[in-house]
């Protein structure tokens, strides 16, 4: 008998586990059949390690017969065309959907924006728990999301999630970079700006005399476009808080500056201004001899429309486990 976490409840375990290596494949199990009983007592001693969880806590099941919903805990029918589930172990018959799996199973439920930035999310380089953003290693990545949904052709939500499983960019390291990633690099149809898509968190090797500057071998820039040599360095409210955060910050900017790359400072407060994420926009535009000029008021809104949601999305997270 097994219990398996599935959709918000997954999301919510998955980003609250600080384990670094979720990614190794010996970290991945799968279920046969999961069976919820009927009886509450089986699943009581895992609350401990579930405490963090929205109840009712989802659950997997195979069969219809084996649904149950009580105060505690909600089933739902998940057919896979082998009987088996993707999962990690927690503890025991105690599961959970991988990152990919919690990916897919969501795709029937959200639409495509809030798919896109979970997407972001089990991909980057961040977790959420009740005290905030925490760093962490990456969970999964968009190929191995586009794999799992090849491998299982039969589920449901599939239609979905692999539409927008190419439009996710991985390795974000916190929601809002999510959020500025997905808005300058989204088709300019759909209210982003249509730009080159940015390496999020990619490791640069820190080389010549900014080796003076930098105590580690790697420096891992926010929004990094490597061939016009330029970077976007997002700086949260949390940063301003902080003496030892704004000197880091700085001394990231000098180590890439000596490097030779141009650095943009991106704040909340400027993510809140459509007047200023236009500039910020303008200036990578620029560099990547793009054009991003505005054709009419129809394109002005649907940016405005668009900014707003990512932005709403990125400070809600909440939104994406509300919905069973």
Not at 48 to 77: C, E, F, K, M
Not at 165 to 188: F, H, N, Y
Not at 195 to 218: I, S, T
Request: glycine residues 4%.
């Amino acid at each position: 008998m097994s219990y398996l976490l599935g959709r918000g409840s997954a999301v919510e375990w998955l980003r609250q586990n600080r384990q670094t290596q979720l990614v190794d494949p010996n970290a991945r199990w799968t279920v046969p059949y999961p069976i919820l009983e009927a009886s509450r007592t089986r699943l009581k001693p895992y609350l401990p390690l579930l405490s963090g969880l929205t109840q009712p806590i989802q659950l997997i099941v195979w069969n219809r017969d084996d649904r149950r919903r009580t105060a505690l805990s909600q089933s739902h029918v998940l057919t896979t065309q082998d009987g088996h589930y993707p999962a990690i172990h927690i503890a025991d018959d105690l599961f959970s959907s991988t990152p990919e799996f919690t990916f897919l199973q969501m795709a029937s439920l959200l639409d495509e924006a809030h798919l896109i930035f979970l997407g972001m999310e089990l991909s980057g380089r961040y977790g959420l728990d009740a005290n905030g953003v925490f760093p962490r290693d990456q969970a999964c990545t968009p190929q191995m999301l586009t794999a799992l949904i090849d491998n299982m052709p039969r589920i449901r939500g599939r239609t979905p999630a692999r539409a927008a499983a190419p439009k996710v960019l991985d390795g974000a390291g916190s929601p809002m970079e999510a959020a500025l990633a997905l808005v300058l690099s989204t088709a300019r149809e759909l209210g982003g700006y249509g730009l080159e898509r940015p390496e999020l968190n990619h490791a640069l090797p820190v080389e010549g005399r900014a080796r003076k500057l930098w105590v580690d071998d790697f420096i891992t820039p926010d929004l990094l476009w490597e061939a016009i040599k330029l970077v976007i360095e997002y700086d949260s409210d949390l940063h301003h808080t902080a003496s030892s955060r704004i000197a880091n910050d700085a001394r990231r900017r000098d180590v890439l500056t000596e490097m030779g790359y141009r650095v943009i400072t991106v704040t909340t407060e400027h993510m809140r201004s459509f007047r200023e994420v236009e500039r910020i926009a303008d200036i990578v535009a620029d560099a990547l001899e793009a054009n991003i000029t505005l054709c009419d008021k129809e394109e002005h809104d649907a940016r405005v429309a668009y900014q707003t949601r990512m932005r709403h999305i990125a400070t809600h997270p909440e939104e994406l486990v509300a919905i069973w």
